[in-house]
């Protein structure tokens, strides 16, 4: 076998430390371990040695990481750490890491910091010199990706649009151009909302895949064309329960387009009452969709309802 050389062992050494040469003397440790998105069993064996072995464990809430932890027989110390006090339980976890204690970050469900609390954390431990070492796992976002069957190469992870219609719009239309598959988080209270609004902003050949209840009893996984993803919804109000991630693809080539189902819908009624040109000046106006793109769909439109 060959020999390995001594600064080659030295270095193998310091990466199962991880990253060794960044710890300060006698400097505690962030652990950042990634929990399971529903299905208890999705967690790595590393992260139960990890909670296992750390002094203590901040974690979003301390009862649901308690059933975790107590499903595999870890009996460790727990403090909270959330959106609420972060700040605050941030500077208290860092002196404790400085004075060499290691602590895991975990969050509800999940990897820690995405769509989570965590970065503050993460921020003040790293200013502080501590190591900071995850500990990769589960993320509802990779998941779905990973079975959308999407050929996205390239996609933007979005997390949670605005809860409120104008500001999620607006979000929306700032994201509309961009030629990557959108990933986004949504509660079930709005998922026919944000679903509508998506399909009103974004091109209705576009496709979406709805993915519910990843690793849990109920999951499912659709894809279908953004215009037809309102009515599927609709049609059973048990696809509107659980947990979401939508994943729609990225803008299409400018030849394939086609208008918002929105401006789409208006148009048409427009056309049944008005002239073509003020059709399409309206409908801009009501939608927000180009004038000449409404124009071309509405000559189009009348042709093909001159060729019946
Ligand atoms: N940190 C988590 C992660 O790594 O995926 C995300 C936490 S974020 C507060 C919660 C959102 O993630 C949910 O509202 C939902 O959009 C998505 N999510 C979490 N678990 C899910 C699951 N099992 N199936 C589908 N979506 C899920």
Redesign the pocket.
Known sequence: MKKRHKSEKRATQSERQGHGEQASEGAGKLYVV?TP??NLGDISARALAVLAEVDLVAAEDTRTTGHLLAHHGIGAKLVALHEHNESIRAAELVARMRSGKTIALV??????G???PGALLVARAMEAGITVCPIPG????IA?LSAAGMFAPHFLFYGFLPAKPAARRMALAALRELPYALVL???PHRVTECVADLAATLEGVREIVI??????LFEAIHRCRLDEAGAWLAADPNRQR????LIVSGAPEQEQRGLPAEAERVLRLLLAQLPLKQSAALAAAITGARKNELYERALALRDAAGEK
């Open positions: 990634a998105i529903g969050s509800d469900a999940g990897t820690p995405i769509s989570d589960a993320n509802a976002a779905a988080y949504e509660a993915a519910r209840e990843l690793t849990k659980g947990e979401f991630v």
